[in-house]
């Protein structure tokens, strides 16, 4: 039985606070009208009360041992990798028994700060794994480090307030991000896997930049309980890793349905025999080239090259190439941007909740999430900072109605990339249209991470439009271009079609060796 209590847990509203809160809707209520309202409001809040007396359902952590670590110490982070060192363990046995991983620092490992890339604060400390983390650790991984990301992953690596992660292979250029962090830590051998995170290419984009193999699967695939979210219809998890095998492994530790997961997906997925696809070949494969992803989205002529040069090579495998042609491709930049800027509107403003899914939340993190913004808005990304005040302008001045309108042309994308698969097994193109710009070496001066952030949407041209169609799409090495900096090449699939993916990369980056 509950203890009596003088007062509920929930204070209501004044009536200067009520007035102001109606004012956001566009209501303007009289201070009779207020004070008529405020008894109802009140009831209703001692139903959330209730809410609060009860027992929340609760999350064991399967694995208890963890060292929330340390920050890098001087010369232990050449590449400036990690946000923080940590050993997390899981099981003794299984197929990742004693492999490192690092996890971006977005994805929830319980017991260790987790910083999005950012010094807000109060830091969030989360109280449960993702389940990505929880299955590699099932699988017994062994969690070394979170690394180095954008701040709240909205950028390529230059905004994160612990600086930029350098690139292994030059480290005057950068790694691409958001998981900018994961890409040098693997391509360095600091770790054996690592976790990224995917809304617009951001693990792709450092696995083609950092020469690494990088998967975002079908959305839903993957589950994404613990990630701190842009909006759970384009959130992906990814594996990052230096061959197709450990690719395809971690990816089937990692999919599969999870009760906890807010992405919203018609049917259970299932995991599927990735590292079966093994040795199979590529032999009457029908592969379609997506003709607007080379010359229209500003493919530079090394890629063009590198590009080539992969095309022949799959077709002495034995695959058929085809032209494919989408033309709303060359428009999902400012599709995505359309979807994308609601989805992070939404997510903002209900402190990482997100709206319209099932999906576990985790209270802790809300609070963190809405104490950092009322305390240090100021100190969130620009590019954050833009989405919110333009899609509050849109919303206010145009009704919504070009927001609309991004949700229907992204149907549409969607469509005619379903459509394209009905003649071909699967699609390739450029990862990025370029190889990895120079990071800068000196403070930004005003104005100057405006135009960096711009050169950062440009490295999205070929990878955001199948975060916006859901379709799964693998990024593995090709060849180098100017300053002899990795390319990347992306192999896409049907709807869960990671086995054809797999089976094909497989094969290229044997017939690459």
Not at 136 to 159: F, H, Q, R, W
Not at 203 to 225: D, E, F, N, Q
Request: aromatic fraction near 6%; hydrophobic fraction near 40%; charge should be negative.
């Amino acid at each position: 039985m509950f203890p009596v209590r003088a007062t509920g847990y929930l204070r209501p509203p004044t009536r200067d606070q009520l007035i102001a809160y109606a004012s956001r809707h566009h209501l303007a209520l009289s201070d009779d009208e207020a004070d008529a309202m405020l008894p109802d409001i009140a009831a209703t809040l001692d139903l959330y009360t209730r809410i609060e007396e009860l027992d929340e359902p609760a999350v064991a952590l399967k694995h208890p041992y963890r060292d929330p670590g340390h920050t890098p110490a001087e010369g232990e982070d050449p590449y400036n990798a990690f946000i923080r060192f940590c050993d997390v363990r899981g099981a003794a046995t299984g197929p990742l028994a004693g492999r490192t991983v690092g996890v971006k620092d977005c994805i929830a490992v319980a017991g260790v700060p987790m910083t999005n890339g950012g010094r807000r604060t109060p830091v969030t400390v989360p109280t449960e794994d993702a389940v990505v983390v929880e299955r590699l650790l099932d699988a017994g991984a062994v969690i070394t480090g979170k690394t180095n990301l954008e701040d709240l992953a909205l950028g390529l690596g230059e905004g994160s307030a612990f600086g930029a992660s350098r690139n292994p292979r030059n480290p005057a250029f950068a790694t691409g991000g958001s998981s900018s962090g994961s890409g040098a830590a693997v391509a360095a051998g600091q770790v054996d896997l690592a976790l990224g995170a995917d809304e617009g290419g951001s693990v792709r984009i450092p696995a083609a930049w950092c020469g690494l193999v990088g998967m975002k699967a079908t959305h839903g695939l993957v589950p994404s309980y613990g990630l701190t979210y842009m909006d759970h219809t384009v959130d992906h998890i990814g594996p990052m890793t230096r061959t197709v095998e450990d690719n395809a492994l971690m990816l089937e530790v990692m999919a599969g349905h999870d009760w906890r997961d807010p992405q919203w997906v018609r049917a259970e997925p299932a995991t599927g025999g990735y590292t079966a696809t093994a040795g199979r070949g590529i032999e009457g494969l029908r592969i379609g080239v997506l003709a607007e992803a080379l010359e229209p989205s500003g493919c530079t002529p090394d890629v063009l090259d590198a590009f080539a040069t992969a095309q022949k090579l799959l077709v002495e495998l034995g695959a058929s190439l085809v032209e494919v042609s989408v033309p709303l491709w060359t428009d999902a930049r400012a599709i995505g941007l359309g979807a994308l800027g609601l989805g992070l509107y939404g997510m903002a403003t209900s402190y990482g909740i997100g709206f319209g899914h099932l999906g576990r939340v985790d209270p802790s993190v809300t609070a963190a999430w809405a104490a950092q913004t009322m305390l240090q808005a100021a100190d969130l990304p620009e590019m954050l900072k833009q989405t919110l005040v333009t899609t509050e302008h849109i919303l206010h001045c145009y009704q919504g109605v070009p927001l609309a309108k991004a949700q229907n042309l992204r149907l549409d994308l969607r469509r005619r990339m379903v459509a394209a698969f009905c003649d071909v097994d699967l699609l390739i193109t450029p990862t990025i249209p370029t190889v990895a710009f120079e990071l800068l070496d000196r403070r930004a001066e005003p104005g100057e991470m405006g135009e960096r952030m711009a050169l950062s949407m440009g490295a999205t041209t070929n990878t955001m439009p199948f975060d916006l169609t859901g379709h799964p799409a693998l990024s593995l090495p090709c060849g180098q271009g100017e300053h002899d900096l990795p390319i990347g090449l992306q192999i896409v699939g049907p709807h869960f079609g990671e086995e054809a993916i797999y089976q094909a990369a497989y094969a290229f980056e044997a017939a690459s060796a």
